[in-house]
């Protein structure tokens, strides 16, 4: 028999956060669209959780930080997942990098930035045109890298070209670069959400590594962030569900509390089925993404779900919290609720880590295979 629930821990530290995020995080969440970076309730967040004694920290209970921490402040969420997420997004950096790094890492003291992205090299790392000339016990990089979440980061992840006979990924490396590292420069964008994390471009011209930055072995990025990206397609969408669930509650409410001809406006029709719509694909939903998690804590593939999780959620979630910012009528749509900015924050997430096109590109060469697939 299948069990679909948390262990009595796991519903405490649920609860526990959820208090936290709705009193310390959600009155706060607007001033992140002021470009205001939350590195203190970033802190403050870790700290709790440090505090539960969950001494396996399984991805199971990382996914219910994702999900409660969204309801408080969506731009917390990925730096909070430290505790979970940081050794395994550089497991196989030496052990003088994680030293260096993960305590402020994990500790949300410290950031890292994705440099993997180019002008000419989305979702097709094959096309990266950073290079990585070594020179004796150094590296040498050019290129440029755009669509960098964390522009204010520490410590930039740059993927680079090591081997120029290759065309494809296996000629990848990546690299730990300190942000003060010259030769780096920086272009921020003005994005539409999820002001809170500065996103641009990262320039590279003739940046001097030490050949100890290197991460794992010379051409071995690819495999190295394809795994990562498994798991932080359930994290990107129960952060995503987080949001809707809130914005959901939020709404019962509303129009439970609001009359209209005499009647609340839950008692139409016409109000009443989109929400019910909205909890039934909610709940599906979280438990696709709970999946996935769970399958990585058991040691089993999940990129399948993963790639389900991460290209249907985020579209269900933006459309869910459409229809409640609707539902609110007018209001809803200035700035007073938070209503409109998750929106904002939260498409964003329909592109980044991968579009939907890409998502059914896996999906569709998982079950037919590639000769017969796209």
Not at 52 to 65: K, L, Q, R, W, Y
Not at 235 to 249: E, P
Not at 333 to 361: F, M, S
Request: overall charge negative.
């Amino acid at each position: 028999m299948l069990g679909f629930g948390f262990s009595a821990e796991q519903e405490a530290f649920r609860a526990g956060l959820r208090r936290f995020s709705l009193d310390e995080l959600l009155p706060h969440y607007s001033e992140g669209d002021s470009g205001v970076y939350p590195r203190d309730r970033i802190i403050r967040v870790i700290e709790l959780i440090g505090e539960v004694d969950d001494a396996d920290f399984s991805f199971v209970s990382a996914g219910i930080v994702a999900e409660e921490v969204a309801r408080g402040d969506f731009n917390c969420v990925l730096p909070s997942l430290g505790p979970f997420t940081f050794r395994e997004f550089i497991s196989q950096a030496s052990p003088e990098l994680k030293e260096r790094w993960l305590p402020g890492l994990q500790s949300g003291k410290q950031m890292i930035g994705l440099g993997l992205t180019e002008p000419d090299a989305g979702s097709d790392m094959g096309s990266i045109r950073t290079r990585a000339e070594k020179r004796g016990d150094h590296y040498v990089l050019n290129g440029e890298k755009n669509s960098v979440s964390f522009l204010n980061a520490d410590v930039f992840y740059v993927f680079a070209r090591t081997d120029p006979s290759r065309t494809d990924w296996r000629g990848l490396s990546a690299f730990l670069i300190p942000r003060e590292t010259p030769g780096l420069s920086f272009h921020a964008y003005d994005d539409m959400g999820c002001r809170a994390v500065p996103r641009g471009q990262l320039f590279l011209d003739d940046v001097r590594v030490a050949a100890s930055e290197l991460v794992g072995s010379p051409g071995g990025a690819f495999p190295m962030i394809r795994e990562f990206f498994d798991l932080n397609r359930a994290f990107i969408a129960l952060k995503c569900l987080g949001a809707a669930q809130q914005t959901l509650d939020e709404t019962i409410e509303h129009v439970k509390g609001r009359k209209q001809f005499g009647s609340p406006l839950s008692s139409f029709q016409g109000v009443a089925f989109p929400i019910a719509e909205a909890a039934t694909l909610i709940e599906a939903a979280r438990w696709l993404a709970y999946k996935v998690l769970w399958l990585k804590d058991q040691g089993q593939p999940c990129d399948t779900e993963g790639a389900m999780s991460k290209w249907w959620i985020p579209k269900i979630c933006t459309e869910i919290i459409h229809e409640c910012l609707l539902l609110h009528g007018h209001y809803g749509y200035t700035r007073e609720l938070p209503i409109e900015q998750r929106l904002r924050d939260v498409i964003g997430w329909q592109i980044g880590d991968g579009p939907a096109q890409i998502q059914k590109l896996i999906l569709a060469r998982k079950l037919l295979g590639r000769e017969f697939s796209p």
